[in-house]
């Protein structure tokens, strides 16, 4: 049952202090549209001042890595006792101890691990600095989507970014990282988890849970207008392509895919559902993602962007809601999981 009303909850931000000036963050604290609301420097750091949203215990940086130990975020739910993330390249790079709510993973470049409400972390991200030539490293990426995490939806948590270890990092050049250009975005294609264990995902014995768990390989994945690949989608041409993969065809346009579906209440949302925002002057929805379940969905949503969580209840989708659709008839058989599971694109 979905939490009417969740969206009218007031959401209160508190800036914390941020390090000194002329230093590039160990952490950064960035808000829906990329303003830097907190940022570490060496040693202990607390966001806001009681550490509830991110607590470091120490760091310490050199020209060759930076070194976070005892790193904690939203009260604890995830834990990490060693973060070492090198100055450039994956070789080095570690992550030891990282707990996520009671349970332990020993993560590899770009491992995604969902928590409740669309909110989600990535792991050893490759990400750029918009406007600036090569790649870094973010070493925890905490995208928030559920309100009760302490923060609006939409901020971001960088923790441990390896621009910090380099000479010529400065403030000026400070940028959000975390959007993965294609190279990143190839390397989620085979380093990306199917996360099709009990727990993280609904069941795949539905074409909906079936259709979500591949949808989820492409978390990270460019938008690009008209995409309908792996290497960039646009809003349809993800559905599209994650339903075909499932021997479902759907025409690469919002209003196809809302007329082609069986209408589906809000209340009634299963996973696998589309749902559809953004009505135009003529009543056809503009945009679109694939429901996951609890109140969060999955889309690639504009330029820019990457395939990513979102949750209805975030204002912005919340009024914006138009209706949702089921892309297959009732009492269709999903495909047997050997079939799809080595699909990679």
Not at 278 to 307: K, L, R
Not at 312 to 318: G, I, K, N, T
């Amino acid at each position: 049952m979905l939490r009417r009303g969740l969206w009218l909850a007031a959401i209160l931000l508190v800036f914390a202090a941020p390090a000194r000036a002329g230093t590039v963050g160990l952490a950064e604290v960035r808000g829906a549209d990329g303003t830097l609301i907190g940022k570490a420097g060496v040693g202990a750091y607390a966001y806001p001042a009681d550490g509830s949203v991110l607590r470091i215990g120490s760091s310490r940086v050199t020209a060759a890595r930076v070194e976070l130990r005892n790193v904690s975020m939203f009260n604890g739910r995830i834990t990490v006792r060693r973060i070492v993330v090198p100055s450039r390249g994956l070789a080095g790079a570690r992550i030891d101890g990282l707990v996520v709510d009671g349970t332990g993973f020993v993560v590899g470049p770009n491992a995604i691990i969902p928590l409740d409400g669309g909110s989600y972390v990535v792991a050893l991200q490759e990400a750029v600095s918009p406007g600036r030539s090569g790649s870094g490293l973010v070493a925890l990426r905490a995208f928030v989507s559920d309100p009760s995490l302490g923060l609006a939806p939409g901020t971001q948590l960088l923790v441990g970014l390896a621009r910090a270890a380099r000479p010529d990092s400065s403030t000026s050049a400070a940028a959000v990282l975390g959007l993965p250009q294609l190279p990143a975005a190839q390397a989620s294609m085979a380093g990306v988890p199917a996360f099709v264990t009990a727990g993280i995902l609904p069941p795949t014995d539905t074409l909906g849970g079936q259709a979500v768990a591949l949808a989820y390989r492409y978390l990270g994945i460019p938008y690009v207008w008209g995409g309908e690949s792996p290497l960039g989608f646009d809003c349809s041409g993800l559905t599209m392509y994650v339903y075909g993969q499932l021997g479902i065809k759907l025409g690469h346009y919002t209003g196809f895919q809302y007329d082609e579906g069986l209408r589906v209440p809000r209340d009634e949302l299963q996973p696998g559902d589309l749902v559809f925002f953004h009505a135009n002057s003529a009543g056809v929805p503009q945009h679109e993602g694939m429901y996951v379940g609890n109140g969060s969905f999955i889309h690639a949503p504009q330029t820019g962007d990457v395939v990513r969580i979102s949750s209805l209840f975030e204002p912005r989708y919340a009024l914006a809601y138009v209706g949702a659709v089921r892309p297959y008839a009732a009492g269709v058989t999903p495909l047997p999981l050997s079939t799809w599971t080595s699909v990679s694109g």
